[in-house]
T-cell receptor
Framework: DAKTTQPPSMDCAEGRAANLPCNHSTISGNEYVYWYRQIHSQGPQYIIHGLKNNETNEMASLIITEDRKSSTLILPHATLRDTAVYYCIVRVPGANSKLTFGKGITLSVRP | AAGVIQSPRHLIKEKRETATLKCYPIPRHDTVYWYQQGPGQDPQFLISFYEKMQSDKGSIPDRFSAQQFSDYHSELNMSSLELGDSALYFC????????????????FGPGTRLTVL
């Protein structure tokens, strides 16, 4: 799986959009970008994934650059409950495909 | 909606003892994964099973073994416990079958916190 690079931490104000960047310059053509998050000591939670088109669901939006070398996860209206470690993972999808967690980015949402 | 169930939630053992962690996947899910998360670390993949057969193996010590049963629940057996085995152990499940099944994501349980004294 391709390696990802994320800043170690960032913060944002409650109610504002949180934009979490991820670099994956060595991504290959069949690899997808996935985002998971882990709220303190809870099990990781799937957020969203995409291949090359922008994706949106009830939790977040995923913007992937045209060259697919980077992406941004957007939480449109961050709340205190969004404080967590967010992991950007690049992998070939498949039900047997394990998740390889990197360092992730710690998002702190302040009141 | 039903979630992944793990038991026990907390477990305290002495060095050199054995431990068994259990995982009950979401109904109809056929694949189970185990992850280990040490203090201050990121989750690390240990092993996975699909339809009761081992499908992938990560950095799982030889002292650990696991299996998936006919009802799809899984057990992680840990022997000769060491202090370094103290960690959160997460089980995740996913569903391989059906259209788009290859893209179905992993759903994680709440974890078992193992403390080795």
């Amino acid at each position: 799986d391709a390696k990802t690079t994320q800043p170690p931490s960032m913060d944002c104000a409650e109610g504002r959009a949180a934009n979490l960047p991820c670099n994956h310059s060595t991504i290959s053509g069949n690899e997808y970008v996935y985002w998971y998050r882990q709220i303190h000591s809870q099990g990781p939670q799937y957020i969203i994934h995409g291949l090359k088109n922008n994706e949106t669901n009830e939790m977040a939006s995923l913007i992937i650059t045209e060259d697919r070398k980077s992406s941004t996860l957007i939480l449109p209206h961050a709340t205190l409950r969004d404080t967590a470690v967010y992991y950007c993972i690049v992998r070939v999808p498949g039900a047997n495909s394990k998740l390889t967690f990197g360092k992730g980015i710690t998002l702190s949402v302040r009141p | 909606a039903a979630g992944v169930i793990q038991s026990p939630r907390h477990l305290i053992k002495e060095k050199r003892e054995t431990a068994t962690l259990k995982c009950y996947p979401i109904p109809r899910h056929d694949t189970v994964y185990w992850y280990q998360q040490g203090p201050g670390q990121d989750p690390q993949f240990l092993i996975s099973f699909y339809e009761k057969m081992q499908s992938d193996k990560g950095s799982i010590p030889d002292r650990f073994s696991a299996q998936q049963f006919s009802d799809y629940h899984s057990e992680l057996n840990m022997s000769s416990l060491e202090l370094g085995d103290s960690a959160l152990y997460f089980c995740a499940s996913s569903w391989r079958g059906g259209a788009g099944g290859a893209y179905n994501e992993q759903f994680f349980g709440p974890g078992t916190r193992l403390t080795v004294l």
